[in-house]
Structure formats: structure tokens, C-alpha cells
């Protein structure tokens, strides 16, 4: 925490400096509607929406050049991503208004995607490159009644780049950087990202396909003692997508996509405190396919869209087992279908129904030392209709209010509802944002399948309640947004062991357990050459749920533009102290650590070499070199450089 205040202090009185330079000029921003798709699946201006929605667009993607989907994320207000700081192959744990992976919902390109095979059915945020993404939209609070199981502390909805106006258009990349922990110092690069795009669009006809890799290497994922050495756990992933699109007339347009993502990396044994868990000998690949089809049709009063999408997720592990001196061999693969039907409706021009049908059908199967899971008794399906009627009335108030039922084939029917509305004042420049909105989570294939599995596991059930304020001051150079939230849940998914009889399955935890927090953020517009950003985030949690999660999380961004050729970015991130546990295998009990605060201070400097085409930029991370840990017993990183290009053509 020694830093906090000195990099809080120095990037405010930068600003304030700048912002007194510049207190003469009297010229307006121009702003145009920022519009997102997220609380209704369909486009509308952010000015209607009651929903605190977080936007990364393309423009702020390219000025984060050379971070992962997890470094961007992990710098918007309410979200902890844990392990983006990390070995680059360590699992992520996301933690957003006290949840956990399972109730943080991922959405690429309209369709929802999981690991049916994992234990808590997330999803990997490892598998997609930031180089194929177009924005990015984070919708905090439950929103199962348009997104269904697993949208219950946010839905994160990725949209991927697609193809542009000319015949052909392409763009290449290749940055290269340093990959040290706070205890390393080498300069020369031990990790590589390149790849490569081509777009377009003939007439009636669209495409889009792209190939991007990643490889780094130099550190381990467990952190060694003081005084000793571990071996490098290398990481690599490649990326294949393609679109198609044709719009066979002027209200019909027909989509379908491709893709195929792979990860290859070591991995040590899980951090048990006895110093034996580095090994040479784990390996890990995970390879996922996806494919879909999405017809779009546009009528006088409306439009009904399909999405759907097949994915196929394999994963393999060799993992030494020092009990035997032997590797084992474990298989995991997961395949999911999910279509998605629904239509908008017109009824006036002030108010608009989404009605739709959401079909979802999952299996897995495994092969393990410790026993096998065949996929046809490891299934399940859901169907969900589900409604939402949106008002937006001339007076500035806006109503969004839906009920979904989701049918699962394994424990029945549950009901989801959602009432979400807002005020924009008309003689102030204030908008009020309200919501009371209820998610559920169902059990995993494994939950209910497995030898640990339960049948009887009924979805775990989450209510949030929304209050909050917008405000644009100062010509609507700065936007400032504060919302409070209070969450419950009920049956969550714990794991029991019988002390009598030692057999251990699932079950639904009895009780109720509760987060409540604020959530600020803050866009100031000083100058058309300085913008400043900064979020901050207060979340307290029940004890069962404070695990990783930081009470204090704040993040300053200035971003400045000296010419129409440079640009400068400086930011500074605030993570307080977390609880953490481990498995201590010298005594075998499960062990609470408190883990202590810390302080980031990246920056970047880019320079466009030739207008519109060649891009270069140089940045460095933990410029400060502070030693911190994400989870403890792990590696994190410490000082870093990059150095990289982009040419568009």
C-alpha cells in the first residue's frame, strides 16, 4: 500500500496542471450517442438504458496494445480478474459483486459459451485473443431473464471483428516483450503475440478471417522460495476464425462462423506449501471448436434474429503422480448446442416487446485414473421462453421489465424476473438508475453426473438490487456514475464429506449468503488532447464468500495526445488486501492467508509512422517493480516492456 497514494497524487496533479492550462477554452466535445446491445440483446442509445453497462470500444482496445482479455477487463470498475497478473498459462478466477466464475456469464457474438466438461461450467477467457475483438460490453447485476443460467453477478458480451466496407482490407501485428516476475530482470523477449486479418465486403457478400499465436515462456507458474530456481512453465495458443455473411435481400441477411482456438502449456502441482509441487513434467491442451449460424430478418415493425452455435471443448492432462512415479493421464471433453430465437416487436414508437425461445442442450465425458464419465448418461437440456417489454417515455422515464422460465431437463422449472427502471431529469443532467432482478445457476454435468455427483441439485438462486445516479457536467465533458448494489444467494454449490462413512458428493449449502458494494467510475474530458478516467470499487462479502475478492479496488487512467501522431497513456491500479486459503500438505488442513495490498503503474506511447497504417508502441508494466501476490504460492509479474507494431492496409 506504500504506493496508493503517491499514484493516486501524482496522475491527479498532472491533470489538475493541465486542466488549468487549458480552463480558457469554451469549444464543445462532440459526442455522439454511445449505443450498446446488452439489456436488450438489440441496439439502443446508452441514454435509455437503466443499466450501468461498461463499454470497451475498438479505439479503447488499441490504446491497451499488448494486454491480455484478462488485463483489460481486470481494470473495469467492479470486476477482479485474479491471475491476470500471473504466469500466463494459471487459471483465471472471476470475481465480480462477490461471485465467482460460475455466475459470471460470457457471451461471444450473441451466444453464450461454457465448458460443459468443467466442474462449475465457466468459461475460459483464455482461449480468445484480444486481436479478434471488436468492444467489448460488461453488464453488471442479474440478467438470466434475457441471458439465462449463469448471468448472475454479469454478463460479459464479446463481440468479435467482422468484416469491413471495402472488397479487401486487412491488418498484421506482432509485438514482443519481457516476461519477469518482480525478482527477475531480463530484457530480452520471452513473449511473442503476432497475427493476421483479412475483410471484406462484394456486393451482397461479406468476410472476415483471422489467425493470431501467442507463445511466452521464462516463468514459472509457482513461485520458488527465496534463493531457489523453478523451471519455466511455457505457454502457447493459436487462433483460427472465420465469418460469411450474404444478404440475399433487403430485410434477409444470413451469417455463419468458424473457429477453432488451442492452448498448450506446463503447469506445476497445486501450491500445498511442502516446496515439491515444481515439476517438469505436467502438460496441458485445451482445444475448443465452435461453428454457428445466425439469419437475421428485418420487417416494418421489428426483427426476429437465430443464434446458434455448436462447440465442441477438449482437454487433455499428463500430470506426474509422485505416489506412483508415473504420469497419469486424464481426458475431458464437453460439447454444447445453443439456439437462441427471438423477435422484437414495434407496438409504438415509444414502446417495443423482445419475445424469444432459448434452447440449450449439453454433455461431457471423461477418462480419468480415478474413474470414467460416458456422455450418454451425462447429459441435460433447457428450454426457456422468455419476455421483455421496454418503455421509453417522452417525459425521460425508462422501463425495462421481463420474466423468464427456464425448464431443465434434471430438476424442472425455475423463474427469473427483472425490473430495471430509470429517469432522465430534462432541465438537469442527471440520470437515476434503479433495478430488482433475480439469476440462477444451474448444477454442472459433473455436479450431477459424476461419482461425486447429486441428482437431486436444485439451481442455485441470486436476487440483486440496483440504486444508483449518471450525471454529465461541465458540456458533457465529464460523465460521472456511482451505483450501490446489495446480492443475495441462496443454494449455492458446496462440496460434503461424510465423517462417518468418508463419501463425499455435492449438495445445495442451506442459508443464505450476501454481498453488498459501490461502484464509481468517472470520464473527464479535459482537453480534445486529455482525458481522464478513474473507477473505484467497495465490496463486502459474507465470510463464505470472501475468498480473492479485494474490499478496495481503484483504477486512474490519463490518456494524452501531444499530436495527431502520439499518443500517451499512464494508469494506476489500487487492489486492497485478500483472503486466500490452501491445502497445506504437511498438516492437511485447509489454510486462511491474508494476502497484501498492491500497486500497478503501467504506461504506453504510441506513434503512428504512417497516417491510418503503420502503428508502433512501446509500453511498460509494474514500472515500479512492486513484488505482490495474486494467490498465494504463485508467481507474479513484475517490470515488463513491450515493444510492437500494426500495419492496416
Do not use: C
Not at 455466475?103 to 462449475?120: E, Y
Not at 457536467?473 to 460521472?480: D, I, T
Amino acid at each position: 500500500m506504500n504506493n496508493k497514494w503517491w499514484g493516486i497524487g501524482a496522475v491527479w496533479a498532472l491533470v489538475s496542471t493541465l486542466a488549468y492550462g487549458q480552463q480558457k477554452e469554451t469549444s464543445k466535445v462532440n459526442q455522439l450517442d454511445e449505443v450498446v446491445i446488452s439489456d436488450t440483446k438489440f441496439a439502443q442509445s446508452k441514454e435509455k438504458s437503466g443499466k450501468v453497462i461498461s463499454k470497451i470500444s475498438q479505439d479503447d482496445l488499441k490504446k491497451r496494445s499488448g494486454q491480455t482479455l484478462a488485463q483489460v477487463l481486470n481494470s473495469v470498475a467492479g470486476v477482479e480478474i485474479n491471475g491476470s497478473q500471473s504466469a500466463s498459462g494459471k487459471n483465471l478466477g472471476y470475481y465480480i459483486r462477490g461471485g465467482r466464475n460460475q455466475q459470471v456469464l460470457i457471451v461471444i457474438d450473441g451466444n453464450p459459451v461454457t465448458d460443459p466438461s468443467g466442474i462449475s461450467f465457466e468459461f475460459d477467457l483464455r482461449l480468445i485473443p484480444v486481436d479478434q475483438i471488436e468492444s467489448i460490453e460488461i453488464m453488471k447485476g442479474a440478467a438470466s431473464t434475457l441471458y439465462g443460467t449463469g448471468a448472475a453477478t454479469a454478463v460479459i458480451n464479446i463481440t468479435t471483428k467482422s468484416a469491413g466496407k471495402k472488397v479487401l482490407q486487412g491488418n498484421g501485428y506482432v509485438n514482443m516483450g519481457s516476461n519477469n516476475t518482480a525478482q527477475q530482470s531480463k530484457i530480452n523477449a520471452q513473449e511473442f503475440n503476432q497475427g493476421f486479418s483479412a475483410n471484406g465486403t462484394a456486393g451482397q457478400v461479406s468476410y472476415a478471417a483471422a489467425v493470431n499465436s501467442t507463445e511466452s515462456k521464462n516463468m514459472s507458474q509457482l513461485a520458488p522460495p527465496a534463493g531457489q530456481t523453478y523451471e519455466a512453465d511455457r505457454f502457447s495458443r493459436i487462433n483460427i476464425s472465420g465469418k460469411l455473411g450474404w444478404k440475399a435481400t433487403s430485410k434477409l441477411r444470413l451469417d455463419v462462423f468458424g473457429s477453432q482456438d488451442k492452448i498448450q502449456n506446463a503447469y506445476d502441482q497445486a501450491f500445498d506449501n511442502t516446496g515439491t509441487g515444481d515439476t517438469p513434467l505436467n502438460s496441458t491442451t485445451s482445444k475448443q471448436e465452435r461453428f454457428g449460424f445466425s439469419p437475421t430478418y428485418t420487417y416494418n415493425k421489428g426483427e426476429f434474429k437465430i443464434n446458434s452455435a455448436y462447440t465442441k471443448i477438449a482437454r487433455d492432462y499428463d500430470e506426474f503422480n509422485s505416489w506412483m512415479n508415473q504420469i497419469d493421464r486424464s481426458s475431458y471433453v464437453g460439447r454444447s448446442v445453443v439456439v437462441d430465437a427471438f423477435n422484437k416487436y414495434t407496438v409504438r414508437k415509444d414502446l417495443f416487446v423482445i419475445a424469444g425461445v432459448n434452447y440449450q442442450f449439453h454433455d461431457m465425458n471423461s477418462v480419468t485414473p480415478y474413474g470414467s464419465i460416458a456422455k450418454d448418461t451425462t447429459k441435460f437440456n433447457m428450454v426457456d421462453p422468455y419476455v421483455t417489454a421496454v418503455w421509453n417515455s417522452k417525459f425521460g422515464l425508462n422501463l425495462n421489465v421481463g420474466a423468464r422460465m427456464n425448464h431443465h431437463s434434471a430438476y424442472g422449472n425455475h423463474f427469473v424476473y427483472n425490473v430495471n427502471p430509470s429517469y432522465t431529469f430534462k432541465n438537469l443532467p442527471v440520470k437515476l438508475i434503479s433495478s430488482v432482478s433475480t439469476a440462477y445457476v444451474t448444477p454442472s454435468l459433473y455436479q450431477l453426473y459424476s461419482q461425486y455427483g447429486n441428482r437431486t441439485l436444485q439451481p442455485e438462486s441470486n436476487f440483486t438490487g440496483e440504486l444508483g445516479f449518471e450525471t454529465q457536467l461541465l458540456q458533457k465533458k465529464m460523465v460521472f456514475t456511482a451505483v450501490g448494489f446489495y446480492r443475495e444467494q441462496t443454494d449455492s454449490f458446496g462440496f460434503f464429506t461424510n465423517p462417518s462413512t468418508f463419501q463425499s458428493n455435492y449438495i445445495n449449502i442451506d442459508g443464505m449468503n450476501k454481498a453488498k458494494g459501490v461502484e464509481t467510475s468517472l470520464d473527464y474530458k479535459v482537453t480534445q488532447a486529455v482525458r481522464l478516467t478513474a473507477n473505484y470499487t467497495f465490496t463486502q462479502v459474507d465470510e463464505a464468500l470472501n475468498r480473492l475478492i479485494p474490499k478496495h479496488k481503484a483504477n486512474v487512467g490519463l490518456e494524452v495526445i501531444p499530436s495527431s501522431r502520439w499518443f500517451v497513456n499512464v494508469n494506476y491500479q489500487y487492489t486492497d488486501g485478500r483472503r486466500d486459503l490452501f491445502f497445506d500438505g504437511n498438516t492437511f488442513a485447509t489454510v486462511p492467508v491474508q494476502l497484501g495490498s498492491y500497486s500497478l503503474l503501467n504506461g504506453l506511447v504510441k506513434y503512428e509512422l504512417l497516417k491510418n497504417q503503420l502503428t508502433l508502441f512501446a509500453s511498460a508494466t509494474n514500472i515500479l517493480n512492486e513484488e505482490f501476490t495474486e494467490n498465494v504460492g504463485y508467481s507474479s509479474r513484475g517490470r515488463n516492456f513491450r515493444i510492437g507494431l500494426n500495419l492496416s492496409l
